[in-house]
């Protein structure tokens, strides 16, 4: 569990990522809908979130 955790972390950095990206690209004024890409990026967001605590949970139940 403690391994998926940990590439649930990595995805969650990488997303932040794509997110830089987008503001960079609405910032340079680029001609392109981020609208769907934004409400995606919040959406996979919230299930990485999920995930993660949901495996914090078992971790901290087989701990006590």
């Not at 990522?17 to 503001?23: A, H, K, S, T, W």
Request: proline share 0%.
């Amino acid at each position: 569990m403690k391994d998926k955790l940990r590439f649930f972390n990595i995805a969650q950095s990488s997303l932040e990522e794509c997110r830089y990206y987008l503001v960079l690209t609405r910032d340079l004024k680029y001609k392109v809908s981020l609208d769907d890409e934004n409400e995606l990026l919040i959406e996979v967001s919230k299930l990485l979130n999920s995930y993660c605590r949901t495996i914090l949970g078992k971790l901290n139940k087989m701990n006590s």
